[in-house]
């Protein structure tokens, strides 16, 4: 997969080289490159903004450098994602259907957005989504690019060395938050790990994690327990829904 985000502050996105997605540039598993938005500014002071038409506060992003930037990036088949609190919320499923795209372009705007008309023009020709990552205000689009290229990469083939540690996770298939993990000493500041993970009966303890799945998603994500599907519910689960 290719990857290429533009900013207007590049440097942001220097985490990008570390930990999970830089291991997986490294390997060639995915193809993510940085540009900065000025680059493409025309003017001597390389002007990416200017004030709202029709008033108001702050400066907006204007449509002809990031047209002029996105023509250069974009191919037939890219996905481009404008990162902003009004775009549709970005889950796990999202980062689903973007793990399968060839070619992702991340348009990080700054201050009050980026001028409508760039989205409504890429939307006539190529594949656009406004996303949003919580509903909260960030400074900028350039954590939530971070977000989704992890969110994204790590579930590109290749990259998770291991591909079970995929499936029993938060937001997965069974659509429950994954159940608490222990590890050893047996008893850490006077706390014991639970008895059942260490009888060695695997029919008890996953039946353990799956209730312990459920309590906590019924304590902290009660709409997730709503969203449930009936076929995933089993009789052993009853007792606690
Ligand atoms: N830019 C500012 N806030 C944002 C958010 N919550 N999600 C995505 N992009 C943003």
């Excluded at 108001?56 to 930037?69: I, K, L, N, Q």
């Excluded at 399968?100 to 020709?125: F, M, N, Q, S």
């Excluded at 938060?170 to 014991?192: M, N």
């Excluded at 309590?215 to 599907?229: N, V």
Aim: charged share 20%; with cysteine; net charge negative.
């Amino acid at each position: 997969m290719r990857i290429d985000v533009v900013s207007i502050f590049p440097d942001y996105l220097a985490p990008l080289g570390l930990s999970l997605v830089g291991k997986a540039r490294a390997a060639g598993l995915v193809d993510l490159r940085v540009h900065d938005l000025r680059a493409w500014a025309v003017d001597r002071h390389h002007t990416v903004d200017d004030t709202p038409t029709g008033g108001g506060a702050g400066m907006v992003m204007r449509p002809d450098v990031w047209g002029t930037a996105l023509d250069e990036l974009v191919t037939d088949t890219t996905h481009l994602l404008i990162p902003t609190p009004s775009g549709a919320t970005f889950t796990q499923r999202t980062a689903e259907a973007l793990a399968a795209a060839p070619h992702l372009v991340i348009a990080c705007g700054r201050y009050e957005g980026i001028d409508a008309r760039v989205a409504a023009h890429y939307r006539t020709r190529i594949q656009v989504t406004e996303v949003s990552i919580g509903d909260y205000v960030l400074g900028g689009g350039e954590a939530a690019a971070l977000v989704m290229v992890e969110a994204v990469t790590r579930l590109l083939p290749g990259v998770i060395g291991n591909p079970e540690s995929l499936v029993e996770e938060s937001h997965g298939a069974d659509g429950l938050l994954e159940y608490p993990v222990f590890t050893r000493p047996v008893t850490w500041a006077g706390l014991d790990v639970p008895a059942v993970l260490t009888s060695g009966h695997h029919g008890k303890i996953t039946r353990w994690r799956r209730d312990e799945a459920l309590t906590r998603t019924s304590a902290r994500r009660p709409d997730l327990i709503e969203a449930l599907d009936a076929a995933t519910v089993d009789r052993g689960d009853l007792a606690l829904l």
